[in-house]
């Protein structure tokens, strides 16, 4: 029986990304206990990998598909298809950042004052990149870990990742550039792809995974409505689509069904109470698929 080697990043993002999975309808096991954790899926192999190795593998052919960061595709410059991106992360839902950062009171005010100084990060082919592209010279380092402590005496300056900036603040940095902007990428082997049976199951895990992603922050809503005041109704809800209209069995009476973003739910619903509505009701969303 054919079998798609799938590589899922160890650490940060792996409780989100099993998570992610489990609403999409696939249950993985045995990850506290083991790097090669069991799926529910008899098609696919499942192995635990650093998000920081995982776009090298799948580019050698070791694994066929696997999630990482764009940041690691970039870094280990590999070949591989992006199948799809996925936005989410160890805790919010947003972009992450590469940036450089200095003490606050360094005298480093723009890239070019990189010029010469010690730079620690653990992205060092990245950052070599980005003073290549600004046309400085200096000591890049890799950084083991603890990379936010290392200024002002181990280094100059850092480049690290962060979504809030709260750590960098915290130790007493500012951030002076952006180096990459990266998200979660669903990535696979050209060779891979290239297989029927391989590239259909990456497919079908992408929209499903996908599916999951849209449907988060958003609600389904039904509710009915009087023909006079069907008008004054659609005029309040901001549809992802056209809302689904359907006549009643009473005359003159119509059901509406519709998805909306779930933080509108308490300034909407007064509103079309008001404007003629009744039996709203309010439901959750598993998945969407557009």
Sequence with gaps: MPVLKLGLPKGSLEKTTFELFAKAGYKIEGASRSYFPSIDDDEIECVLLRAQEMARYVDEGILDAGLTGLDWILENNADVVEVAELVYGKVGRKPLRWVVAVPQDSTIQSPKDLAGKRIATEAVGMTKRYLEKHGVEATVEFSWGATE???????????????????????????????????????????????????????????????????????????????????????????????????????????LMTIVDENVIRDIVPELIVAGAEGIVEYTLNKIFY
Excluded at 149 to 164: G, H
Excluded at 187 to 216: H, Q, S, T, Y
Aim: net charge positive.
């Design 149 to 255: 402590v290392k200024p002002p005496y181990l280094a100059d300056a850092i480049v690290e990742i962060t979504e809030t900036g709260s750590s960098l603040r915290a130790n007493n940095l500012r951030i002076l550039d952006t180096v990459c902007t990266t998200t979660t990428r669903f990535i696979a082997n050209k060779e891979a792809w290239k297989d029927p049976f391989k590239k259909g199951k990456i497919e079908r895990l992408a929209m499903m995974l996908k599916g999951v992603l849209a449907a988060e922050k958003k609600v389904g809503l039904m509710l009915n409505v009087g023909k006079d005041d069907l008008d004054k109704v659609l005029g309040i809800l901001p549809a992802l689509h056209n809302p689904t209209i359907s006549s009643l069995a009473d005359d003159g009476w119509y059901a």
